[in-house]
Every structure is written in structure tokens, then in C-alpha cells.
């Protein structure tokens, strides 16, 4: 479960350089790539997780992903009406609560090590 937790580290430190270093289209790109790899460590680690504490943080981790898909699921619609969505909620929802749900998986997936 180490292996899982530092692929994991580094692909989320990879992502924010790409963000920082690079620009935004790099960053989404990896971002992209980073929630296909932590979904697919989900359902590694719901076999690798033991105590009620690290499942019940892996429900907590479900919700925020399928909130966000929903968040996101709004926000085409919307962007697609004549409303004007302000740009500091575009970047929230593409950017900020994305990494932050990621941040939150490598957080599980070090509890889930620890053991």
C-alpha cells in the first residue's frame, strides 16, 4: 500500500508543478490524468482499507467526487445559457475543489499505509 500512496504523492505534486511552472492547460491535463488514477486506486483501497475510520473516509471521498461531477454537470449547463458565471467560480470548481478532493484521497491513502 506504500507503492499506492507515494504514485499517488507524486502524480498530485506533478499536478500542482504543472499548475505553478507550466499553465493551466498542463495542469488541467494532469489534473485529468490524477482523477483517473486516484479512481482507480479507490477500488484498490477499498479492499486494502481495515478499520470503520479509513472506510468511512472513503465514503466521504465518494460524495465529494460525485458532488463535483454534479458541481461541474451544472456549470456546462449554465456556461451553455445566457447566464454569465463569474470566473472566480469557474476556477473554484475546474481548479481548486478538484485538488482538494485529490489532496484529501492522499491523505486516506496514508492512513490506509500507516496501518
Do not use: E
Amino acid at each position: 500500500m506504500k507503492i499506492l500512496f507515494y504514485t499517488n504523492l507524486i502524480f498530485l505534486t506533478s499536478t500542482l508543478f504543472a499548475y505553478i511552472l507550466i499553465d493551466n492547460i498542463s495542469g488541467l491535463t494532469c489534473q485529468f490524468f490524477l482523477g483517473i488514477i486516484q479512481l482507480l486506486y479507490l477500488l484498490i483501497s477499498r479492499y486494502k482499507a481495515n478499520t470503520n475510520s479509513q472506510k468511512q473516509h472513503l465514503k466521504y471521498y465518494k460524495v465529494a467526487v460525485v458532488s463535483l461531477c454534479v458541481l461541474l454537470g451544472i456549470l456546462v449547463l449554465l456556461s451553455q445559457s445566457t447566464l454569465n458565471i463569474p470566473h472566480g467560480i469557474k476556477i473554484t470548481v475546474i481548479c481548486v475543489l478538484p485538488m482538494s478532493i485529490a489532496t484529501y484521497f492522499v491523505y486516506i491513502t496514508y492512513l490506509i499505509q500507516k496501518q
